[in-house]
């Protein structure tokens, strides 16, 4: 049959038993993706299959990397008018249809990935299997690129498992492993990868009828829809605004009132595709996504491969640095001033794996064997990279830098993670002062997917770049950056923050200050970002930062009294079990928000211009991905161009 339709992209034989085997292995790619040649040849593949119909037709993949990962992202984004959007979008749903309406039944066997338009297609088979593989993962995360599985996953997934669960993953793209899609209902059979193939045959001629949400899920697919319509719009509008986020909304309604079909929905309607692209948080997640596939390629070339870390200091940060290095598969020794300070560390580490590895056991202990608790030191002669995170004080870190540079190898890595001293201060006391470099992670480690990697004037250009190689090693998102006063990511916070501060000497409420950011879609307010780093730290970072010498006075007298913030339990808020107490909101102080983003636009600015940075591009990646400066917007320098283009 194939070689009459020339396909590049799909492969057809028909076995024995009359089961046509479909295999998508999109050419010149590592994963598959549905852009338009790929539908295209799916179209001549349905024309055939309508015409001479096989006994069954089986879906499968030809790729190691997995199942299908979705629409063709880069073709989308190329995409400008609404017009052509909308074609692509009925051009899909058609083909959707025309598979579901086949004569012969038809499976999805799953094995990987199989997200977005992969599940869509998925859906309008009439059988599901997912192979229990760790690497099998089923979503639909349309909404975290600000858009609506318009492909018949609206009308097609809360229907088949119902619609608590449906608008579940489609509001919060989450990702349901094979087990769990069994579970629920989303596939027929779970089956280890020895027996997807006799499984999939006996499924597909089985005759057994088509999947439907039972019970009460099926009422609130009928008659009960604006039940669950309503629950899942007031979960929404707990985490996003309309008007910065319509993707969430548009899912709900296009559900609710369209049955699933964006293309039924009135172009003036706030859930249509005119609405949502007209809006721009669409284009700006695109975006958003496009730039951590570009942090995410830095450093992916490097032929440096760590896999002893030393790290000094089992603080705060060099306890859960040495933990998320060992849980990258690193063996990582961990040194203290003595084997007391790095107790903690250790503890914090066996309960951060527990959770991680589920309480497996096994898992746990094997990790643990990783990490080393290293008093004396003994690891620095070993290491691959070693990175100091002790006191931020001058004296110390250069006896500390002189004692490694005697006994470490002479290719290893030497990194501090330092905020706020220099790296041409620290470096002097070397002898080869250009092999130190910043390797700047955030707090809390193993949630910050940004890490800073730091050059200076006449830093090694080979040390750097394995340090970039390590950090992408780390799966962290490495940024790198020149030395200057905090960087980017705390250069960038520290006048916004400080402006903040300002607004509650001035006689405003925490609450009111917090209330205004988080509306504009920050995770957390200035203010209890503030609390959270802890007040004297704040000082610190600020003095250094601005060199200026004046607190604010609302910030020097709390750290007076010794309210730090959420570690000594009161700040500007009180803390009670890790939360901050607010009062309810009473005033909104009109161009509050203006005067907050201010700070924080012109220092970003100032990144760019004067080369902390090595374009505007890296400063909204990192702002994005260091402090999780709003999203929608694109990152801040994106958004200043287009307020001045408004
Ligand atoms: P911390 O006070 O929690 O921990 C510092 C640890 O270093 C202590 O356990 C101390 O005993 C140990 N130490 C001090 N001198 C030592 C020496 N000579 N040899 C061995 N151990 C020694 O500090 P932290 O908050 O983890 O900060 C550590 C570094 O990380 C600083 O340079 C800081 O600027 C930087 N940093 C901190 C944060 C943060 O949010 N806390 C974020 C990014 C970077």
């Given amino acids: 049959m194939t070689p009459a339709m020339q396909l590049e992209h799909w492969r057809m034989h028909t076995d024995e038993s009359g089961i046509a085997w479909l295999t998508i292995d999109v050419a010149d790619s590592a994963a598959n993706t549905l852009g338009s040649a790929v539908l295209g040849e799916f179209a001549q593949i349905l024309d055939l299959l309508e015409r001479v119909p096989p006994k069954a037709m089986v879906m499968q993949s030809g790729k190691e990397a997995g199942y299908i990962a979705g629409a063709n992202l880069e073709e989308y984004a190329r995409i400008e008018a609404v017009a052509d959007i909308k074609a692509l979008v009925a051009r899909n749903w058609g083909l959707f249809n025309r598979l579901e309406a086949l004569p012969c039944p038809t499976l999805a066997l799953i094995r990987g990935h199989c997200m977005g338009g992969g599940l869509e297609i998925s859906l309008a088979c009439r059988y599901r299997i997912a192979v229990d593989e760790p690497g099998t993962r089923l979503a639909l995360p349309e909404v975290m690129l600000g858009i609506v599985p318009g492909w018949g996953g609206m009308l097609r997934l809360p229907r088949l498992v119902g619609p608590a669960a449906a608008l579940d993953m489609m509001l919060t793209g989450k990702q349901i492993d094979a087990r769990r899609a069994r579970k629920m209902g989303l596939v027929d059979e779970c089956v280890p990868p020895r027996v ?3 499984a999939a045959r006996m499924l597909v001629l089985s005759g057994q009828p088509v999947r439907r949400a039972k019970g009460l899920q099926a009422w609130l697919n009928g008659p009960l829809k604006f039940v669950a319509a309503a629950g899942a719009r007031k979960q929404v509008a707990k985490k996003a605004r309309r008007e910065n986020y319509p993707a969430p909304y548009a899912i709900i309604d296009t559900w609710q009132r369209f049955d699933g079909n964006c293309l039924n929905v009135p172009s003036d309607h706030p859930a249509s595709l005119d609405h949502i692209f007209a809006q721009g948080t669409a284009r700006n997640l695109v975006r958003v996504f496009f730039l951590q596939q570009r942090l995410k390629s830095l450093g992916k070339d490097s032929a440096f491969k760590a896999r002893h870390v030393h790290v000094v200091g089992a603080g705060v940060m060099g306890g859960d640095i040495a933990a998320w290095c060992v849980q990258r598969g690193l063996t990582v020794t961990l040194q203290d001033q003595n084997i007391a300070r790095i107790a903690p560390a250790m503890s914090r580490a066996a309960e951060g794996f527990s959770k991680k590895f589920r309480g497996d056991r096994k898992q746990v202990r094997f990790a643990m064997d990783r990490l080393i608790a290293d008093p004396g030191g003994r690891g620095v002669a070993q290491a691959d990279v070693i990175i100091e995170a002790i006191f931020e004080n001058l004296e110390a870190k250069h006896a500390l830098f002189r004692d490694i540079e005697a006994r470490a190898r002479p290719d290893a890595v030497l990194a501090t993670n330092t905020s706020s001293l220099r790296l041409e201060d620290i470096r002097t006391c070397l002898q080869r002062p250009e092999r130190l470099v910043g390797i700047h992670f955030f707090n809390p480690v193993a949630r910050m997917p940004l890490v800073e990697v730091v050059e200076a004037d006449g830093t090694d250009a080979t040390v750097f770049a394995r340090a970039m190689g390590f950090v992408h090693q780390l799966d962290k998102l490495p940024l790198p950056v020149k030395s200057a006063p905090g960087f980017l990511v705390n250069a960038v916070l520290g006048p916004y923050m400080l402006e903040a501060i300002r607004c509650v000497d001035e006689g405003m409420t925490p609450e009111s200050v917090d209330a205004v950011m988080e ?43 010794g309210k730090l913030g959420r570690k000594t339990g009161e700040g500007f808020y009180v803390w009670e079990d890790g939360r901050p107490r607010k009062e309810r909101l009473t005033d909104r102080v009109p161009g509050l928000g203006q005067r907050l983003l201010e700070p924080l636009l012109m220092a970003t600015q100032k ?25 929608w917007t694109g990152g801040p320098m994106h958004y200043q161009q287009r307020e001045q283009a408004a």
């Fill in 196 to 198: 997807m193939e006799s």
């Fill in 519 to 561: 509306s504009f879609g920050m995770p957390m307010g200035p203010i209890e970002l503030a609390d959270t780093v802890g007040l004297d730290i704040a000082v610190a970072t600020g003095k250094a930062l601005t060199g200026a010498s004046e607190v604010p006075d609302a910030l020097a007298e709390l750290v007076q009294a």
């Fill in 607 to 631: 990144c760019v211009a004067t080369g902390v940075v090595a374009d505007a591009d890296l400063a909204d990646a990192g702002v994005i991905f260091g402090t999780g400066f709003a999203p």
